[in-house]
């Protein structure tokens, strides 16, 4: 049984610094991980994932469609406070692409002109 009962914002948090420690010395694979997770999951257009299980254990931080790209924003500052670079320009460059796509999306509101 899952029980996703975990918020995923806890471990995306630059502020959290016995996280942060750990990340910075074992994280690269994880936070490239989440990186795939989440960029994968916005280009399936999936409802929601699990974006952290645990080891040994059924708890989950499970994720919704809404929740991606703020969880992308989230892992860019996180990147940055930790120093990695390379993933950083990654995640901008993802967050630049959504956001030029999502205002290329908008069909302008025709103008109505009275004579």
Known sequence: MVNPNVAW???LNSSNTSINRYLK???DLLL???FQRLTSAIKSKKSHIILFRFKDSD?????GKEDYIPALEH???LCTKLEKY???RDIHNELK???LKKARGRTPKA???VT
């Open 86 to 88: 390379e993933m950083c």
């Open 97 to 99: 692409l959504l956001k």
């Open 75 to 77: 892992l860019l500052n």
């Open 9 to 11: 914002q806890k471990y």
């Open 25 to 27: 010395t074992y994280g």
């Open 32 to 34: 490239h991980q989440t």
């Open 111 to 113: 103008k109505v002109t």
């Open 59 to 63: 708890i989950v931080s499970k994720i």
